[in-house]
């Protein structure tokens, strides 16, 4: 019996121990996700050309040059594939909001790898008239390492005789995890014409 006892109370030290440890370890896990929470919801004000958006705090911010349509992008610096970019593209004189998506697309097929359009449709966005445009394309990067498929989704609305662009890339695999933070960052987007860039 005395063995018996012992072993009780051996077992007994051990599963405190691992009962403490565990209980640490899931709320360290809680507290983790709490801190991931707050920092991801932390947002700055981007502003430039009549464009102002809440993009995550912390992310790189670039802004385009005069004669580029970017007006600017921001990028997760722990993820080189995620990146927003908000542009402003000329319409097509005369044409739709459509004829401007079409223009885009072509435009990138030219310069992007494997560039494919997945889905396009007109929705509504913003409280606007918009296109959705889901693509994908091939990035190459050095000769050592591997191309990467990346995925995007493009938001385009004309206002007046310019079309603005808001556009989300990530790798493919991460895409569908992406999503909620980026409509988040779409619906922030104001912009008033007649900005400077």
Request: net charge neutral; no cysteine; glycine share 8%.
């Amino acid at each position: 019996m005395a063995s018996t006892s012992k072993y009780t109370r051996w077992f007994t030290k051990e599963a405190q121990a691992v009962l403490l440890i565990s209980a640490i370890t899931l709320l360290a896990i809680i507290l983790g996700l709490v801190v991931k929470s707050a920092a991801l919801s932390q947002t700055r004000t981007l502003s430039r050309a009549g464009v102002i958006s809440e993009a995550p705090l912390g992310w790189i911010v670039r802004q385009g040059v005069a004669q580029e349509p970017l007006i600017y992008s921001a990028s997760d610096p722990g993820d080189p594939y995620l990146k927003y970019a908000v542009s402003l593209l000329p319409a097509v004189p005369g044409g739709t909001l459509g004829d401007s998506v079409v223009t885009e697309n072509l435009n990138r097929a030219r310069t992007l790898n494997a560039y494919k359009v997945l889905d396009q449709t007109p929705v509504t966005a913003r409280g606007k008239d918009a296109y959705r445009i889901s693509f994908a394309y091939v990035q190459t990067n050095d000769p050592t390492s591997m191309p990467v498929v990346v995925r995007g989704l493009d938001f385009y609305f004309l206002e007046g005789n310019q079309v603005l662009l808001v556009t989300l890339e990530e790798q493919a695999g991460m895409f569908e995890g992406a999503l909620p933070g980026f409509m988040t960052f779409m619906e922030s987007v104001k912009y008033t014409p007649g900005g400077a860039k």
